[in-house]
């Protein structure tokens, strides 16, 4: 037994020292996009991340980056995660060796450590962990704490010491509260890890499973909501109390009640240690851990006080509570159990309900003040449409339709009435339910994430149920063909991407027959099944999520805890594997057989197709992308952003790079914070503060406030006076005796003063332009929020101060409607209050910069390199973004007749974003016309039929098969056939015999096309 504990431990460290020099050699030097880049600022600076928060982490690599101080902290960052992405390896190892051991009851130690083996590097190697594994996240610190957990569930069930037993349990819940610091969900192993312990205490019937299965659930939510959160909710009722009644400063109540908790918990444990009372002394022990190991926590609080760029503010009790809960996502508003369908109206008789009054901590003021109006607040829904297990239940207008097109809602038909008239509404049926939660939130955002690992697929582009992105293949064509279509159809493109992997079911059969022989171990076989339910299915039963989801990221690194127990079972496999090659006589040759077998099934095969595609070592794309939007930015600019995906690695060249820290990065959809907008107010780095004037009293409103569109003049609004507007009492509108804010046109108005600075970047722009000193324009929503006033507050504010410059990445929706006065300068907009003259193009540019940005200091290298990882992501974006900034440049230079500038455009454009990495679409077409403008005939023959033919291609790929999503894939055929007749309508003047003769293929297309749709539009 030495010798196998021994063995162990040497392939414990062999392991770990192997997956981390993979993850380590993969790991890029620099920052990626999302999460990852907010993760290295807040980590470095010791900042506070966006919620639930990840405190514990935070500080764990705050002191790990300043060890190795002398590394890049992007560098350091990223192998954080390779590190316990390669201390998890292990622990898989172990628990599938004990596992293996029990069922064979010791009888070949070799096997076991086969099993172990081979389990371990599948999960080392499978896609999700991999790429976790080798940038800034949460994710792989998490699951490294929730399989040491585990782990150690494992050994306090074969443990027979009394003592040595409630070591491990004190270690479990302390763990468990240092888990929430990094990752809230990992609470949830409490569930399974229940099962454990009634199988040692009462054995293991139907009974006693259920019962398990209960306790679980207790403790999931009596650790997370009455401990954890309610602690804290606590805190925060006795700091409104002692600030409000007693006049003490604000948190003393609070720390006071902290203080108070953890001094009865000490006095229960000494109580009932020395009564004897043991049951209640490891409990209250338990609880005292779990606690302490939550204490990270604290840092949100601490740190909040000094006024760091980045971090989340929660400075009181109850601001943390909000923050834990997520409620700025609206996490805390997701029905589970019961709620109301998505077309719900609202009830006739009693429309609005009062809801509860919020309170927040005013400076100003040294007390917590009411910030809402709870009269009327509360939506009412008509109760004839409320629903058991609610998944079609969201309000917001883009779900309203993307719910249809993720399963076919006819409905049950129910009468009511809308504005004194009588209307029909179809509420879906339950059964519609079920089916969206099996097509969409199981089927597509859990088990094509679990196939992606352990079947294969088809590429990293951002799944939104179109054959041409992010499904899931086996490699077999006669299978695959009914998911994505025949391989003779499929472009080339598609077939030869880097991301594309095929591993022909062979580790997902083996996990399935794994799982199988788990069964004679009935403790084994429901734990980790338990395990693998809760973090699979079980987590999106609980976020409950919705088909805008799609518009944000692939999400599968959210489920690899549940891959760990799948991996698992694939190393299992190894026995049956042993065990059928009978035939082989001599065991040790069986053994190497089986080893052979089991190792290019899964981990070899998951290793060599996975390698080019989790290189990143030469990954810069969203470095270089931040760094030129920066670079195209005046001095003290205010760049506004919109989403996550670029605002993160604008934050990380400001915050670790300490680059172009003059520059004020606004993000839009941030500004419905209270304290996002008040940091504004303070001079951060270099960059000077941004001036408000909106009252402390309207940006403390809750929220979820809007403001109702309440058409009153078609007369202009000066934004200037915005505040003025809303601090003014006699502008509200009255609902049911409850004065609301509204808005009261979409006209808008804004004088500019005579500013030197745009004299200055008017004589920059070569052609002639109408002079602007006040701006006129239409902001028209069918209600705003309070980001948007906010934002137009900032513009009025700042506009004669400072330049004020937006980003684009494929949406506008924070450009409040100013799109007409935008000019590109680099790859931002700016806006300068000059206008196009009539009849002449619209498009400003400002060319000598733009010029300067993308051709004379562009640095978007990797794009035109086959030998080099292509992320999908880079090609989307340089796709849908760069190539048309560098067509609007192209076309500005033409008009300005710098044809010789013009063509240098071109062709840059051309060889940076190729056709094989970036392929050919509408703007390059776009780019193809130029050249004809040029008279470079060929040059934009080329490309102009090249992108016709990528289209063409796509839509008879989508229009040969009848595909699964066939609402999502039929709007996107006739996308595709919207811009195929468009560029083939283009080319009339251009080359009127293609032309001709594209014509005729049109016309065939589109009768292929409207017999294709009929089959299947189910409506």
Known sequence: MGTVKRTNYIISWVLFGITFLVYALCSSGTTAFWDSPEFIASNYKLQITHPAGAPFYTLICNSIMGLFFFLKPALVSNLISALFGALTIPLVYKITFHFSERLLQDQNSKISLLAGLVSSLSFAFCNSFWTASTETEVYTFSFFLLTLIVWIGFKWEETKEARTGITYILLIFLLLGISVGVHLINIAVIIPLALIFTHKKYGFSIKHIFTALFVGLFLFFFLLNFVFQGIIKLCSTIDFWTVNSLGFNVNHGALFTLITVLILLMTAIFVTFKNEKRVLHYITLSVFMFIIGCSSFLLPIIRSQVNTPLSNTTKTASELLSYIQAKQFGVDQIPLVLGTSFNAPLDTREPYISGKLEYKYLDSQKKYVAINDPRFEVPNYDSRFNMFFPRLFHKNSINQQAYKTWTTIKGEPIKTNFNNQEITISKPTFSEN???????????????????????????????????????????????????GDTKYIPEYYKNKNSRNTF????????????????KNKLFFSVSLLLFLTFGIGITLYVNPVPQSLMIRERDYIFAASFIFFSIWIGLSVIGIFKSLKFVKTESTRLIVTAITAGLASPLQLFAKGLDNQNRNHDTFAYQLAKTYLDSCPEQTILITNGDNLTFPLWYLQEVNNYRTDIRVINYDQLILDWYVEKLKYKMNESEPVNTSLSEKFISQPISTDIAYNKITNQYFNIKSIATFFDNPENRIKYQDKELNFFPTENLILPIQNVPYFSLEKGLLNRNLNQMDTLRWQYKKPGYRKNDIALLDIIASNVDSRPICFTEMGTNLHTVGLDAYLVQKGIVNQLIPVSAMKDENPKIVNTNDTYATLIEKSNFLKLNDNETKVTDEAT????????RKYYFLAQALLEERKYDKALNVLEFAKNQFPNDNVPYGEFAFALGKLYYRLNKVDNGSSICKTAINNVE??????????PPNPIINVRHANYLFKIYGQMINQMLP??????????IDLKAIQKHLNRWKKKNWPY
């Open 434 to 484: 079920v089916a969206f939660f099996y097509n969409y939130q199981a089927n597509w955002l859990y088990l094509r994430y679990l196939y992606h690992n352990f079947i294969g697929k088809q590429n990293d582009l951002k799944g939104t149920g179109a054959i041409k992105k992010g499904n899931w293949i086996s490699g077999f064509n006669f299978f695959d063909k009914s998911l994505i």
């Open 504 to 519: 022909y079911f062979l580790p997902f059969l083996m996990g399935i027959w794994g799982l199988f022989l788990l069964r």
């Open 876 to 883: 989307s974006l340089s796709k849908t973004v760069l190539r």
């Open 953 to 962: 291609q796509e839509i008879k790929w989508m229009t040969s098969f009848n």
């Open 990 to 999: 251009l080359d009127k015999a293609y032309f001709e003769e594209k014509s």
